[in-house]
């Protein structure tokens, strides 16, 4: 049998794979059962990494089994099962065993992006804040104390009173 | 337009051109977007599912987004059109396998495309040829602006963007560059790359998206993050990575050349006679061979052939596209065999 990928050199390597319910056969050369292997990324699909955090995050599982959506209906739970959620409430919602998912995603759980252009004033305002704060924070960080003081000033201009964070 | 138009030719994102157009094909960005006062499509019943839809279908539509968008409905399409699509990369696999009223919106010149009831209410993504992932933002900035006066999307000021996996929210942004790394790839530096890029963040994946193998030294690299950066800052953060892996991979290429000339040129010139005169070709193996064949006309080796041309055949001579050219379901056997000569007859034209 010759190598399904090269086409050339006889198939030594016969490897199995399984695509969903299917499973499929590969029969290949060294040369390329060696490339089909080491050049595999081992890039883990989103998914693939929400499942694992999923299973690390746990000593909040407990409180939050009880918690259901009354929106759309989702259990904490199911959603733990099927790792996707089930309306935007569900973010509110399920906030206390969320966020140290999010943290371990992303790196952080505060929004600091585009704001949608028909947000109301506050929601703008208090996106603006937020990277402000991310802006100071640099500064600090490179010791930039001028700038800092700038950027101080600036969340100071900030009229009324927006709460922290959500 | 049909979708039986879109089997001789291709988006003009494979057109060849742009910035470091030799390494990088193109530049994508997509953003996930969910209105507001429905549930997410896990939760959907049938009627909320067809409401989002014809919603969305409906404000596209009338939206000056792009001239002649195409609307194509899944839910009816045929396996061949819909491997078609995800072929040309205008919807993901995840879509076309999909259940329940679903579709897409394309343009004429296929760079914007707008996935209805994906994993998400709506899914837009623009690709552009070439390294060009700020000006492919411009575009993108403006049609999610141009849909949000007709629309609620939604949004919390903690989460930003809220998506039906938490892996997307925030920005609701992933970008991805596709890169055409064949010299690290003979070289085994290939992996070097994967370590630096996974420390800032990033991901390499294989032509087709999520969990998909490389093939045809084709990798795509993007963001994983979506949230606690601005949109600017995680563009920003793939711009400057890009430029290092290309001239790692020119390096590659060079060393190649005074290390091992003969072999190099015979590899490159082997591919091109197969490609030129073989009678069967099997899916694997073309990718193989037009990937040696595009690094032999980078190192102008090969001056009688365009990259258009043989970027283009990266797509066309995948299974949907030669089924639809056909007109009929082909096994692999009658595709190897209408592969290889299409691709001479498209070689032979030159
Ligand atoms: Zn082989
Ligand atoms: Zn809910």
Known sequence: MKCESCGKKIATVHLTEIVGKEKKEKHLCEECAHNVTSHFPKAPTPSDILTSIINQVSPEIEEMSKTTCPVCGLSYLEFRTQGRLGCPMDYDVFKKGLLPLIERMHGSSQHVGKVPPNASDEVVRKNELMQLRKELNKAVEKEDYEKAAQIRDKIYGFSGNINNGD | ?350
């Open chain 2, 1 to 350: 337009m049909e979708i039986k138009d879109l089997s001789y030719n291709t988006g003009e994102w494979l057109r060849g051109t742009g910035k470091e157009s030799d390494i990088v094909i193109s530049s994508r960005i997509r953003l996930a977007r969910n209105v507001t006062g429905f549930p997410f499509l896990s939760r959907a019943n049938l009627r909320q599912r067809k409401e989002v839809e014809a919603l969305l279908r409906e404000t596209i539509a009338k939206s000056e987004i792009t001239k002649e968008l195409s609307y194509v409905n899944l839910t009816t399409a045929t396996t061949v059109d819909k491997l078609l699509l995800v072929e040309r990369h205008l919807i993901s696999k995840e879509h076309a396998e999909g259940d329940g009223e679903r579709g897409v919106a394309f343009g004429k010149t296929e760079t914007i495309s707008l996935m209805i009831n994906e994993e998400d209410h709506l899914r837009i993504q623009v690709i552009r040829a070439g390294f060009e992932l700020k000006n492919t933002w411009v575009v993108i900035d403006e049609i999610d602006n141009c849909l949000s006066e007709k629309l609620n999307f939604a949004f919390s000021s903690r989460f930003g963007y809220l998506t039906a996996c938490p892996t997307n929210v925030g920005t609701g942004m992933r970008a991805s560059v596709m890169l055409h790394l064949p010299a690290l790839g003979m070289t085994k530096h290939i992996e070097k790359v994967f370590n630096a890029v996974g420390k800032l963040g990033l991901v390499v994946r294989g032509l087709y998206g999520e969990g998909t193998k490389v093939s045809g030294d084709l990798y795509q690299i993007s963001n994983q993050f979506t949230l606690g950066k601005t949109e600017s800052e995680i563009l920003s953060i793939i711009e400057s990575v890009i430029p290092r892996i290309t001239s790692y991979e020119r390096m590659a290429r060079k060393a190649l050349v005074l290390e091992s000339k003969e072999q190099l040129e015979d590899r490159i010139w082997r591919s091109y006679g197969m490609l030129k005169t073989a009678r069967m070709i099997t899916s694997e193996e073309i990718l193989q061979l037009l990937s040696q064949v595009r690094m032999g006309v980078n190192l102008g080796l090969i001056n009688d052939i365009e990259m258009k041309t043989l970027n283009e055949l990266f797509i066309l001579t995948l299974p949907g596209h030669l089924q639809k050219l056909q007109g009929c379901e082909l096994d692999s056997t009658q595709r190897n065999i209408i592969r290889a000569s299409f691709v001479r007859k498209r070689l032979d034209n030159l």
